[in-house]
């Protein structure tokens, strides 16, 4: 297995195929990555390859990254995510890594982290449907009802209530490449993907 | 950065597309592919709508059939439209003709606008 990318959430569109069918599609600046750090199974006990991507301004890296970076000899770089690998002894320090490591058809997994929601309700969050809206109701609209049994005397572990919401890593499998622009460093894939606009999303190759 | 959305956006456009705007009655060469054959299906009829802009820009069209209203949306920038042929010119004060439907008789037709 070889090395996934990273990239950034660009925001979504929709395009035509060549059948003329208008697909939904997210748009994503991938790489071009840099390797730093290749682990083997001998030294690190399994096989891995370190990417980074984005260039940043060097005053914003703290000076332990940067040291980290200079003993790779690469330029400090935004982003830094860790890859399996099958055999890191194909990649050395420095090398680039691009988005033609993918073509369009194939299938991929995509992680990110969603977007933010706050402490929510029980309706948001775990899609309860609320207290009736008639019927003499007052004040019960929204609220999590029942909290269970009487004869528990407490209340279960895992009982679904409101809380935060959001800002979670979301893994997504099989999703389909669309499109794949090496000029431009853009991997288009079908639908949508979790997160913001700006977000740093892992794409990998599925297993 | 720029605008790599913008940039897709516009290279999906078609470089030449007839000039129509709503109340026009057009014909509409659709290509429908039927497992491996391919062929054109024609829609005549009057431009009721356009909407949105850019690559997602489409049209409805509005014919009457057998005494049956058939209205058809289009993708203007859809690889499936071989061609859009304008036959009349019409007269109208909004851009929208949605009264058309609740029209019969010469008065669901539009004036012809003659230059």
Redesign the interface.
Known sequence: MGAGILGEK???????T???E?IPVT?I?AGPCRVIQRKNLEKDGYNAVQLGFKEVNKKKVSKPIIGHFNKFKVEPLKYMREFKVDDSNKYSSGMEVKVDIFKEGDKVDIISISKGKGFAGAIKRHHFSGGPKTHGQKEYFRSVGSMGATDAARVFKGKKLPGHMGSDRVSMKNIKVVKVDLG?N?I?VKGSVPGAKGTMVIINKIV | MPDYIKQLEEEQLKKENSVFAPGDTVEIYQKIIEGTKERVQIFKGIVIAKKHSGSKETFTVRKVSKGVGVEKIFQLHSPNIAKIVVLKKGKTRRAKLYYLRNRVGKSSTVKEKRS
């Open positions: 660009i925001g979504m569109t929709r395009i035509f060549k059948n003329g208008s748009v600046l431009r853009l288009l």
